[in-house]
């Protein structure tokens, strides 16, 4: 029962760790405010996660010593790509997705946005 309570902590541990890592302001970014115009960066965020453990000698030995050392580990990988910005003006908002061409893109938009409350 022991050793099951090891691997729980150690799944807990990783997990908080992962939660962590992927925040709201992570995956929405914090608001970029210039007068009428809002930007909102938007994040992808992917999560992979492993948790395991071992004991080592003999199956003989383990089964008669209920507290042989075990040995335990976990692992995540966390991947976050932007996506895209959410773009509030007054009264529009729209969605520009994160391409190869999204700086292009968004300098562009950009123009338009600021040309237009001239």
């Keep these: 029962m ?21 925040t709201e302001n992570n995956v929405i ?6 007068g009428d115009l809002t930007v909102i960066p938007l994040t992808k965020v992917s999560l992979a996660f492993m948790s395991g453990g071992g004991e080592y000698g003999s199956v003989k030995v383990v089964k008669a010593n209920k507290k042989f050392p075990c040995t335990l580990g976990s692992g995540a990988v966390v991947s976050l790509k932007p996506s895209g910005f959410l773009i509030i003006n007054k009264n529009q908002t729209k969605i520009v997705r994160a391409d190869s061409d ?7 938009k950009a123009e338009e946005v600021f040309s237009a409350n001239n």
């Design 29 to 34: 970014g914090k608001p970029i405010i210039a």
């Design 102 to 108: 999204i700086y292009d893109r968004l300098l562009n």
């Design 2 to 22: 022991q050793k099951n309570n090891q691997i729980d902590e150690v799944t807990q541990k990783a997990i908080k760790s992962l939660n962590e890592i992927a």
